[in-house]
């Protein structure tokens, strides 16, 4: 049974951010965070790119390397958002009164680490279609909401197709001529308030169920690891 990190920790100020807004970067950070509204980019550097981590939304915690004082990590705002904080030493004294509390944190962690590490496998195994076709579903079922135009659709931020090309390690030209592709065989649809995922059809085609419309034409020419 999952521990609930929320049952234990006390309401805090709200703070609030613009888009575009760098909370922590490079230094460790001092807070542990919980967005309430909006999305935060979390990545690392990698080479002259960066890697995101993780995209965080409503009821995602981030910022877990003030624990272990841990360099590197970034964390900047993809929308207007808003978040509660928590200084780090605050949150050990809690854990030490609710040992509930460092339950419910490592249950959280261990979940992000299990879907970081899926996510690598499929780096290193797989081409780009079928990473972004997985990430996209992912995405869509971990922060989308329900699509009222179609039965099986979801709804998710539109997010540009850099960010996505940093989340599969990948370049946003390549991330581009997928969407495209994936447009084309009614699997997304998007504008500039908007993402639509079609699971299902996405699902049935990694599956190898159902035939595309048309061919997918050839991917773009991948860079090498730290080239991006």
Same mark, same amino acid.
């Given at each position: 049974?999952?521990?609930?990190?929320?049952? #234990?920790?006390?309401?805090?100020?709200?703070?609030?951010?613009?888009? @575009?807004?760098?909370?922590?970067?490079?230094? =460790?950070?001092?807070?542990? #965070?919980?967005?309430?509204? %909006?999305?935060?980019?979390?990545?690392?550097?990698? @080479?002259?790119?960066?890697?995101?981590?993780?995209?965080? +939304? /409503?009821?995602?915690?981030?910022?877990?390397?003030?624990?272990?004082?841990? #360099?590197?990590?970034?964390?900047?705002?993809l929308e207007p958002t808003r978040v509660m904080s $928590?200084? /780090?030493?605050?949150?050990?004294?809690?854990?030490?009164?609710?040992? +509930?509390?460092?339950?419910?944190?490592? +249950?959280?962690?261990?979940?992000?680490?299990?879907?970081? %590490?899926?996510?690598?496998?499929?780096?290193?195994?797989? =081409?780009?279609?079928?990473?972004?076709?997985?990430?996209?579903?992912?995405?869509?079922?971990?922060? %989308? &909401?329900?699509?009222?135009?179609? &039965?099986?659709?979801?709804?998710?931020? =539109?997010?540009?197709?850099?960010?996505?090309?940093?989340?599969? %390690?990948?370049?946003?030209?390549?991330?581009?001529?997928?969407?495209?592709?994936?447009?084309?065989?009614?699997?997304?649809?998007?504008?500039?308030?908007?993402?639509?995922?079609? @699971?299902?059809?996405?699902?049935? $085609?990694?599956?190898?169920?159902?035939?595309?419309?048309?061919?997918?034409? =050839?991917?773009?020419?991948?860079?090498?690891?730290?080239?991006?």
């Open positions: 049974m999952l521990e609930d990190p929320l049952s #234990y920790l006390p309401c805090s100020a709200i703070s609030e951010f613009r888009k @575009g807004h760098v909370i922590y970067d490079s230094e =460790p950070p001092q807070h542990l #965070y919980l967005v309430i509204e %909006g999305c935060v980019k979390v990545s690392r550097p990698a @080479g002259h790119s960066e890697v995101v981590i993780n995209l965080c +939304q /409503a009821d995602d915690f981030f910022g877990e390397p003030a624990f272990v004082h841990a #360099y590197g990590e970034r964390a900047v705002t $928590w200084q /780090a030493d605050v949150v050990r004294d809690l854990i030490l009164r609710h040992p +509930q509390l460092g339950i419910a944190l490592i +249950q959280s962690l261990a979940h992000r680490c299990h879907d970081l %590490g899926q996510r690598m496998a499929t780096l290193s195994a797989e =081409p780009t279609t079928r990473r972004l076709a997985k990430a996209l579903v992912d995405l869509s079922e971990r922060l %989308g &909401e329900p699509d009222s135009s179609s &039965e099986t659709g979801r709804r998710l931020s =539109p997010y540009p197709h850099r960010v996505l090309a940093q989340y599969i %390690g990948t370049t946003r030209e390549a991330v581009t001529h997928c969407m495209n592709e994936f447009r084309r065989q009614g699997f997304v649809s998007y504008t500039r308030r908007d993402l639509i995922v079609r @699971g299902d059809a996405v699902r049935n $085609w990694l599956a190898g169920t159902v035939t595309p419309r048309q061919p997918l034409t =050839p991917e773009v020419p991948q860079p090498l690891p730290g080239t991006l």
